[in-house]
């Protein structure tokens, strides 16, 4: 089998081998506003804060061939045009080697005798981007090349920049400086910010318009400056702008050089944007190039953030019998749940970064992967996704980051929603404490003087669920729940409108969720034991209508979403069953046996186990747990979106790898371990053996795995950024290892096969550092920590 690459767990990197992989294979700079996506080509873009209104790199989604635009250099040495990072000239290498490390990548190409070494990072807090180059003679005579670097500029918004070229054509703008080529289109009028490629040392030639350096009718791969070995040294005028350096270097053998690429944002006070009349304000990217434009500069920058990672990984390290499990939860998994965090669903090589900002549900299921490592960032966020809410509990499904504005082109009415953010400050208050945020201020559709406690959000948001019930007394599903594309009341037969967006027939509809109310029920429970911590101490009166708000919606769900031998999955428009044995196709969901097993409905009577068995007897497959079976055939307008997706893909029978820890948790209350570590195995990324079938990055959970009735199971798609990050996390940390973080203290209850039962958990929590030893016998069982700040050793024995 054709290996792309392998961990180096030591560095924490991922080491691709050879550059064609089956995909690109990407990773993420940056941490806090300035943000990259980068290949293992150096293929990607930046931002900084808004992947649409503040996009720096020109990116060609969709293009051909794929992953085109970057941060390329070129080297011409004699007859020969080459890239570190093979693309886009694809001049076959003497050797190459991509490293993706936490927060950087590494490109080394070698070619002729010359190597060269390309880091990338985002220093922590600092709104650009480093390029540092080492270029290296590792052969017998003296070279003479010529380096070029090369870059293209986005006209700011992403979305726009793909469409509006009658304007976009005329307004390019660049300045030339010895230090930088700046990029300042439309700064002449409303915008404040501008971006700059400026290098430690200098240059031959430059190029910043885009026809000039490559030529009319070339592509990436053959720019005509570089075949000939010259620059333009031109001035861009509309069309588009772009910036390149060229120098003309010699290296004695075994000589190196080493040259520092900035390439940053900057963002000026509005009475400070000029210098001279049309002359922009440079004094902020001088500053940048000189903190980092050296090579002691980029060194701290680059330790700053090795120790910014190296805390953030400290926090939850586990020491087993299993590399696999080791990796992904000391390195990947946790990774991964803080990039998610950053970007919710906005900007991957999926996902546009035009199209959807911060999801309500998403960005609150994303907490639950982060909250050990930033607490105060998690804090805030609590607070962002609460001031898109709505009195009535609704919320905008979406916001974007720059404003923190809802999105009304989204809207709102996914009735799960709401619950969410139950979900996200309960994980938050367990891992922190912090009972107080229960008390902040906190707007409603971001409207100054509606402010309520969050605690009244939480409220609210219970409520939005117990005032929207249906005839069966169950959660009525509105526009959809957590399956987006499970649209009961939309009937849809426009292929111009989108399912998520158009007319939703929710009046006289009956179309409810047993998703939602097995989410009702697990959280409703939570949200109980949260008010009646003395720490909250509500009035006893609404904690008992909260409780029996909960026990009505078990009632519920036992007597009305109960199929014999599994849980139903909705009522539709007409209050048919969907999810039933009595269905042609789809009669079995994965949300809801998932959702209310975790919630133990049912669980003395035997339905959780019964639940559990199906899920793994109709949806278990070699990859995973397909969300569906069987998969729906066609179109069926009652369903929506889901019928939509070819069967196998998707919503429609897909490995929804979000889903599968629903039921591996499920699993683990139920205390099936071996069920448990099989499902979880399947699903986790360092268990890949087949990385071409596999296609996308193997250090990173899939959105999406095709499932057994696609053409080809097991292929991921929608890599990096998905719930499946935090909820995987969620799994592998409290469930399987079964650290669990309590109001006031740590439960310790895993449920793990004997095998790997016996390892060692290092666990920061508040003040605390446990060093817990863990041995589980298969006896089972659990033990509670109270919480004691220090240091602290634990021998367990369950
Ligand atoms: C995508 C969405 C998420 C949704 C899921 C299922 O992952 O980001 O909000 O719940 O699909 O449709
Ligand atoms: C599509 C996707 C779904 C996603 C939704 C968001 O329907 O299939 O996963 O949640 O778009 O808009």
Redesign the pocket.
């Known amino acids: 089998m054709t290996q792309f690459g392998h961990f180096d767990d030591a560095s924490r990197e991922y080491v691709i081998t050879r550059p064609d992989t089956p995909w690109p294979w990407i990773n993420y700079l940056g941490t806090r506003d300035f943000f990259s996506l980068i290949s293992n080509t150096a293929g990607g873009y930046c931002f900084c804060r808004d992947a649409k209104f503040r996009r720096i790199l020109r990116y060609r989604y969709n293009g051909v061939p794929m992953d085109a635009g970057g941060r390329y250099f070129y080297i011409k040495d004699g007859d020969t045009v080459w890239n570190p990072g093979w693309k886009p000239c694809k001049t076959p290498l003497d050797a190459y080697e991509c490293r993706h490390g936490m927060g950087y990548t590494r490109i080394i190409g070698e070619k002729g005798g010359l190597r060269a070494e390309v880091l990338f990072f985002v220093p922590p807090d600092a709104r650009c981007e480093i390029h540092r180059v080492k270029l290296t003679n590792t052969g017998k005579n003296r070279k003479s090349f010529q380096l070029y670097s090369f870059v293209e500029w986005c006209l700011w918004n992403a979305s726009t920049d793909m469409e509006n070229f009658q304007r976009n054509l005329s307004t390019g703008e660049v300045e030339i400086e010895p230090d930088a080529l700046y990029h300042k289109t439309e700064y002449r009028e409303r915008r404040d910010h501008y971006a700059f490629y400026g290098v430690n040392r200098p240059y031959d030639g430059f190029d910043t318009d885009r026809e000039t350096f490559m030529g009319m009718y070339n592509g990436f791969e053959a720019p005509q400056q570089v075949l000939a070995g010259t620059s333009g040294n031109t001035v861009a005028h509309g069309w588009s702008p772009i910036a390149s350096h060229r120098f003309d270097l010699e290296l004695e053998p075994g000589a190196s050089e080493e040259l520092i690429f900035v390439l940053g944002y900057v963002k000026n006070p509005q009475e400070a944007k000029f210098t001279a009349p049309g002359v922009i304000n440079k004094a902020q990217a001088r500053k940048l190039l000189q903190v980092y434009g050296s090579p002691a500069g980029a060194d701290m920058a680059f330790a700053t953030l090795k120790s910014y990672w190296d805390d953030i990984l400290s926090r939850f390290t586990v020491a087993s019998v299993v590399p696999e499990l080791d990796r992904t939860v000391n390195i990947w998994n946790q990774y991964q749940c803080m990039i998610t965090f950053f970007f919710s669903?906005s900007a991957s090589y999926f996902e546009s970064g035009i199209g959807?900002g911060m999801?309500f549900?998403?960005s609150n299921q994303d907490l639950a992967g982060i909250v050990h490592l930033i607490p105060e960032r998690a804090r805030q966020r609590i607070l962002d996704i609460a001031a898109t809410q709505f009195p009535d509990g609704g919320c905008y499904h979406q916001y974007q980051p720059l404003t923190k504005r809802g999105n009304n082109d989204i809207g709102g009415g996914f009735n799960d929603d709401p619950l969410w953010l139950i979900f996200g400050t309960v994980a938050y208050i367990k891992e922190t404490g912090d009972f107080g945020i229960l008390h902040e201020p906190v707007p409603f559709d971001n409207k100054p003087g509606t402010e309520e406690s969050l605690l009244e959000h939480l409220k609210i948001s219970f409520a939005h669920v117990t005032d929207n019930l249906g005839p069966h007394g169950l959660p009525l599903i509105g526009r959809?729940d957590?399956?987006?594309?499970l649209n009961l009341n939309c009937f849809s037969d426009n292929p111009d409108e989108s399912f998520q967006t158009t007319e939703n027939k929710t009046e006289g509809s009956k179309a409810e969720s047993l998703m939602i109310a097995g989410l009702f029920v697990a959280e409703g429970k939570d949200f109980a034991e949260l008010l009646s911590h003395p720490a909250v101490a509500a009035d006893p009166k609404y904690v008992a209508k909260v409780r029996s708000a909960v026990s009505a919606m078990e009632a519920a769900v036992k007597a009305h979403g109960w199929d014999g031998e599994w849980f139903l999955r909705a009522y539709g428009y007409y209050g048919d069953k969907i999810g039933s044995n009595e269905n042609e196709e789809g009669k079995i969901f994965i949300e809801s046996q998932g959702w209310c097993t975790m919630a133990r409905i049912g669980a003395e009577e035997g339905l959780c186990d019964k639940a559990l068995d199906a899920a793994v007897k109709h949806l278990e497959c070699e990859h995973g747990l397909v969300l569906n079976a069987p998969a729906y055939t066609r179109y069926i307008k009652d369903y929506g979106e889901i019928s939509s997706y070819p069967q196998g893909y998707?919503?429609n029978a897909g490995i929804?790898c979000?889903n599968n820890p629903w039921v591996i948790i499920g699993e683990a209350m139920a205390g099936r371990a071996d069920d448990v570590w099989r499902h979880y195995c399947k699903i986790t990324p360092a268990f890949t053996k087949d990385q071409a079938l596999r296609k996308v990055e193997p250090y990173v959970f899939c959105?999406m795995v095709a499932g057994r009735d696609a053409a080809r199971p097991g292929e991921g798609k929608?890599s990096w950024l998905?719930?499946t990050a935090a909820w995987t996390w969620k799994c592998v940390s409290e469930f399987i290892l079964g650290i669990k973080p309590q109001y006031d203290g740590l439960l310790i209850e895993p449920c793990i096969p004997v095998a790997y039962g016996t390892y060692k958990v290092r666990r920061r929590f508040r003040e605390a550092e446990y060093e817990l030893n863990i041995h589980c016998t298969g006896r089972g069982g659990k033990q509670f920590i109270p919480y004691k700040p220090g240091r602290q050793t634990i021998e367990i024995e369950l």
């Open positions: 669903r959807r999801g549900r998403d959809a957590w399956n987006d594309c998707k919503e929804f979000h959105q929608n998905t719930g």
